[in-house]
């Protein structure tokens, strides 16, 4: 009788599951060498904010999806829908999935909005479904539909390596205030990896970077490797990222492939109102729950 009551106020009476689905930001990221099959080794710290999508999620015959933002492609190609094909394949469970997705983190933008959607999917599969799989086990096949999507399984900080699917879970830092800034032009993550040269990269070791934003009395190295690769696509980039620097935050780094900066700190003067901007701040999960804000 217990289970029962608990089970409704998760669910609601409907059997649906509400989860938000939040972005991440790379606190550095450095490409380190490219493999065989076209993907690049790299080695990135990340952490997950509170600008979030949220999923409405429940079970049905077959697979549909909704989105407030008519932009996002709601069919087979969406991450939404490639995970409930992937739950489907390593669970057994012939489920099919109803889901209505309210967008907040912009595309294109470096931020992991459709990798997080991903892992958020596969998380309420999991529960709607009487969790069969571990969490591990969803973090390890996830990596197969995307890179970034495992990330999502940490409680919100981990240095990733290989492709980013090798996640080390880290404590969470302390909260800091994130502001997100991204210009109406997007850009696409292959295209900035293809135009990446490898001989400009950091060469700095990539524990060192992780120990300069783990340790107090250390100053973090903000890094991204993919900057340059963006600036060159994207050149008004460039000067965003100085006006930014000028405005008095701590720190201004471009996330991921782009091409939204997080401004940590913050600013003296006001935006301009032409760009996407949001102020948000760290988030981490705990280890039974999915996040909340
Ligand atoms: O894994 P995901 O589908 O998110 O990657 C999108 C694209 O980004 C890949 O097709 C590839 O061009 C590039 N990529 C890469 N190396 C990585 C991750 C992504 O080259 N580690």
Redesign the pocket.
């Known amino acids: 009788m217990i289970f029962v009551v608990y089970s409704f106020s998760l669910l609601g009476v409907s059997g649906m599951l509400t989860l938000y689905s939040p972005a991440k930001i790379n606190l550095f990221l450095q490409i380190l060498s490219r493999q065989d099959d076209?993907?690049?080794?790299?080695a990135t710290l990340m952490q997950t904010i509170k600008l979030a999508d949220t999923l409405h999620v429940a079970l049905a015959d077959q697979d549909e999806l909704t989105c407030t933002d008519p932009s996002i492609p709601t069919d087979g190609s969406n991450l939404v829908l490639k995970a409930a094909r992937l739950f489907r394949e390593i669970s057994g469970l012939s489920v099919g999935i109803r889901v209505h997705l309210e967008k907040k983190i912009p595309h294109q933008a470096g931020l992991g909005g459709g990798?997080s959607n991903a892992a958020t999917t596969l998380w309420a599969l999991n529960q709607l479904t009487g969790q069969t799989l571990s969490t591990f086990q969803l973090m390890q096949a996830s990596g197969k539909i995307?890179?970034?999507i495992p990330f999502f399984f940490s409680k919100g900080t981990a240095f990733c390596t290989g492709?980013?699917e090798i996640v080390q879970a880290l404590p969470p830092f302390q909260n800091e205030s994130v502001t997100i800034v991204k210009p109406t032009e997007g850009l696409e993550?292959?295209r900035i990896?293809?135009q990446l040269d490898l001989n400009d990269t950091c060469k700095e070791n990539s524990e060192r970077l992780l120990h300069s934003f783990m340790y107090p009395n250390q100053i973090p190295l903000l890094v991204n490797d993919l900057e340059k690769p963006a600036f060159g696509c994207l050149p008004q980039l460039e000067d965003l990222k100085r006006q930014l620097q000028r405005s008095g935050f701590k720190s201004v780094l471009m996330s991921g492939?782009g091409s939204a900066f997080f401004c940590l700190g913050q600013s003296e003067k006001e935006l301009p109102t032409d760009l996407f901007s949001c102020q948000t701040s760290f988030v981490n999960r705990s280890a039974e729950n999915w996040y909340t804000l």
Do not use: F, I, M
């Not at 076209?38 to 790299?42: A, E, K, P, S």
């Open positions: 076209g993907y690049h080794r790299l990798s995307g890179s970034d492709r980013g993550t292959a990896y293809g492939s």
